[in-house]
Every structure is written in structure tokens, then in C-alpha cells.
């Protein structure tokens, strides 16, 4: 499966952003769908993921009741609405697919290309 991550930019502290996903190429909601990030010089994180028919989503302890995740299967499409932004979420942040209910990293078979989420003070 195809993912394209899109959505980023700059905002200030205690803004919102909504990140998308839009896939194609294989059957969507075949797929665990996941969101991970990256800071500068750290390592990729998970970050939310949602179950194949959206029923079930989890999150990381640090952006529990400020992130959502969300998908459409109609639209082959997943998204991470973003509130009460901080500068420690500044990072790129990675769509992926998986087969598996996993929030480990190589779990994840497809990848997106990233997209840069920018948090100032």
C-alpha cells in the first residue's frame, strides 16, 4: 500500500493541526493504521494508532486527550487531529500500515514519506 502524509506546518504553542493520510494501492482497511514521529536526533516513536474498522485506537502516554486519530475506509484515508500543540511535539510524522495491533516500529510493513510539524514557543 501507497501512503502520502501531508498536513504539517508551523504553528504556535497551544494551536491545533490535522495531519492526513491518504492510501492506495491495497485494500485500506486491511491495515492497522499507525502514526509515528520523529524529533531531530532522536528516535521514530509511536504516536497513535486505530484498528482496521476504527473501532479501537491507542495512544502514547504524552499526547493522550490533546491527539486523535480517525479513518475513513471509504475514503482510504486516516487522520491525526493535533490540539493543545507544545514544543515538544515538533517532529516529521510518519503514516504506516501494518497487519498486526502493534505500536513497535518494525511491525509497520508501508510507510509514508513524513510530513514536518513545526511547534513554536
Known amino acids: 500500500v501507497q501512503l502520502q502524509a501531508s498536513g504539517g506546518g508551523l504553528v504556535q504553542a497551544g494551536g491545533s493541526l490535522r495531519l492526513s493520510c491518504a492510501a492506495s494501492?491495497?485494500?485500506?482497511?486491511?491495515?492497522?493504521m499507525g502514526w509515528f514521529r520523529q524529533a531531530p536526533g532522536k528516535e521514530r516513536e509511536f504516536v497513535a494508532h486505530i484498528s482496521r474498522g476504527g473501532g479501537m485506537t491507542s495512544y502514547v502516554d504524552s499526547v493522550k486527550g490533546r491527539f486523535a486519530i480517525s479513518r475513513d475506509n471509504a475514503k482510504n484515508t486516516m487522520s491525526l487531529q493535533m490540539n493543545s500543540l507544545k514544543p515538544e511535539d515538533t517532529a516529521v510524522y510518519y503514516c504506516a500500515a501494518s497487519v498486526s495491533w502493534t505500536r513497535i516500529r518494525d511491525g509497520y510493513d508501508y510507510w509514508g514519506q513524513g510530513t514536518l510539524v513545526t511547534v513554536s514557543s
Open positions: 494501492g491495497r485494500t485500506f482497511s486491511n491495515y492497522v
